[in-house]
């Protein structure tokens, strides 16, 4: 009985590292999202860049929508309004936030918590299509459970 709340106790201790690091990883994606939109709007002459910026690197929490909530209304608005310019450059912006951010996600995220990017990847894709958007929070935190359990098992095995 002592062994199994030993192994427990460690996989508690083992998921909360791993918890801990994707909320860092997230503030990190957050910051980068913010330097990004930050540099992009200050070219293009938007006012209220560092307000506008930082309200959109909070929305980029938000699993699959994030930055999208603002740019792309804000982009479709500019054209109905006949701002051509100002829609495409927004558009633009948007989509080097997309490229970016699914470049560097994985590999962020897969540092902070212990797990390769390509198993974060799949985590938070099989995640959404399960769970939907909540999923895409709930994927990498189960996986870091499972990689938790499955490091441990290895790590006991090999003790006896």
Do not use: C, H
Not at 18 to 24: A, C, L, R
Not at 62 to 79: D, E, N, Q
Request: no cysteine; net charge positive; proline share 4%.
């Amino acid at each position: 009985m002592a062994n199994k709340m030993e192994f427990l106790k460690k996989i508690i201790n083992d998921t909360e590292k791993g918890i801990k690091g994707y909320i860092k990883a997230q503030v990190k994606l957050m910051f980068i999202t913010f330097i990004i939109m930050s540099i992009g709007l200050t070219i293009i002459d938007v006012p209220y860049v560092i307000l506008i910026s930082l309200g959109i690197a909070i929305l980029d929490i938000i699993p699959v929508l994030g930055a999208g909530l603002v740019m792309i209304p804000w982009s479709i608005i500019s054209f109905i309004a006949g701002q051509n310019k100002m829609g495409i450059n927004l558009s633009i912006i948007y989509i080097v936030l997309l490229i970016l951010r699914q470049i560097i996600e994985p590999k962020i995220v897969g540092k902070e918590i212990g797990l390769r990017p390509l198993y974060t990847f799949v985590a938070t894709i099989l995640g959404a299509a399960i769970l939907g958007p909540l999923g895409v929070i709930l994927g990498p935190i189960i996986a870091i459970i499972i990689n938790s359990i499955a490091r441990i098992k290895k790590d006991s095995d090999e003790e006896r």
